[in-house]
């Protein structure tokens, strides 16, 4: 009997489809859709239908186990497609409820997977290339006997390697490692500690870069008095003594030729 036929056998009376003998999945649908929205009886009806097509929820969920989450959250996550799919169901479009059922809950599988289960969100594209992967992969284990290669995943999804690539290191972020994590032999080393500080220097590298060119705008004597004082931490008197000029003096050439570069500074930026 066909869904249309059943639901023709059951609408004659309301009542009569609530109170029917409906024993298979597709007779619970059907008397279902014959059914009142505020029917007294839908609830339980509605229950009934879930509870006939829950082994279809399983199955799928099965289908995506072992893959980083637990097979109790994938048959939660199904049985939430199904519950769906019994709701927005209309035979009256001529397609039958497994037809419908299974992409809406492999769907909300994929979808689990793609917002509840990435340590780094990656593009939408990446995260189902990822499951394409792993699902051919697996695939082609079972066929080839042996592990596939990036060409033989290309051509299995008609793909390039390249986007294959993308999809393999895309798939990285999926898990995060601590940066407890030991990573010598005695346990002492952890991964953080492998990561390098901040580096203050790079800040004024800029400036060291264009610290050159305008030194050399200064005269022998202006670039010997910033070297000895910025470079070899001498004072103004130790400066005065070297060169042999007053103290006053080394004050003097010391703010002029700062005056210059920063003036040589301030053009180059411009």
């Known amino acids: 009997m066909t869904v249309t036929e059943t639901k023709t056998a059951v609408q004659p009376s309301t009542a009569a489809a609530a109170e029917a003998p409906v024993d298979s999945a597709a ?3 059907a008397a279902l859709a014959a059914m009142p929205a505020g029917h007294p009886s839908r609830t339980s009806l509605r229950d009934k239908a879930i509870e006939a097509w829950l082994p279809l929820a399983r199955h799928l969920a099965h ?26 169901f209309d035979p009256e479009r001529g397609v039958d409820f497994a037809g419908y059922a299974i992409p809406t809950i492999i769907g909300e599988i994929k979808r689990h997977f793609r917002d509840r289960t990435w340590s780094v969100r990656v593009p939408r594209r990446l995260q189902e290339l990822r499951l394409a992967i792993t699902e051919a992969n697996s695939t082609l284990t079972h066929s080839l006997g042996r592990s596939p290669t990036v060409p033989d995943i290309a051509a299995h999804l008609g793909i390039s390697e390249e986007e294959v690539l993308e999809g393999l290191e895309g798939a990285r972020a999926y898990n995060a490692t601590s940066l407890s994590t030991p990573i010598s032999a005695d346990g ?30 200064l005269d022998e004597r202006e670039q010997k008095i910033l070297t000895l004082r910025f470079y070899g931490n001498l004072t103004q008197s130790q400066i005065a003594d070297q060169i042999g000029i007053s103290q006053m003096h080394v004050s003097r050439l010391l703010t002029k030729a700062l005056t210059k570069l920063r003036g040589q500074l301030s053009a180059d930026s411009i």
């Open 188 to 217: 002492n080393t952890e991964l953080g500690d492998t990561l390098g500080g901040e580096d203050h220097e790079y800040e004024i590298a800029e400036t060291r870069v264009a610290l050159g060119p305008a030194l050399a705008m």
């Open 63 to 88: 289908r995506y186990s072992g893959r980083g989450e637990p097979t109790d959250d994938l048959i939660q996550t199904a049985t939430v497609g199904l519950i769906k799919a019994v709701d927005k």
């Open 27 to 29: 007779e619970l649908l």
